[in-house]
């Protein structure tokens, strides 16, 4: 089992930056594959960015350039620095963790509105 904890959502202008951060209850360098998605009011659930325990990262389309995503194993932490904010990247950010089987926060709301 591992339990993901978010926080760092809020509202923000659009161009502002947020940091989202996600605590997991193991040690980060022993899951494979963490990540971000989103879900929109209205919307299927997609993928945001997601890190490997190599390092190696692959972002949305939507977001490169924007979003960076990195770990700090020391820390047991996963964050996803945003900048450049739009109104549609409004949503509920959920951080996942597959681990055996995958897992998944409560998610964290960001609005981007002015």
């Known amino acids: 089992q591992v339990q993901l904890v978010e926080s760092g959502g809020g509202l923000v202008q659009p161009g502002g930056s947020l940091r989202l951060s996600c605590v997991a209850s193991?040690?980060?360098?022993?899951?494979?594959?963490m990540g971000w998605y989103r879900q929109a009011p209205g919307k299927q659930r997609e993928p945001v960015a997601a890190?490997?325990?190599?390092?190696?990262?692959v972002y949305a389309d939507s977001v490169k350039a924007r979003f960076t995503i990195s770990r700090d194993t020391g820390k047991n932490t996963v964050y996803l620095q945003m900048n450049s904010l739009k109104p549609e990247d409004t949503a509920v950010y959920y951080c996942n963790a597959v681990h055996g089987s995958a897992y998944w926060g409560e998610g964290t709301l960001v609005t981007v509105s002015s």
């Open positions: 890190i490997t325990s190599g390092g190696r990262t």
């Open positions: 193991i040690n980060t360098f022993t899951i494979h594959n």
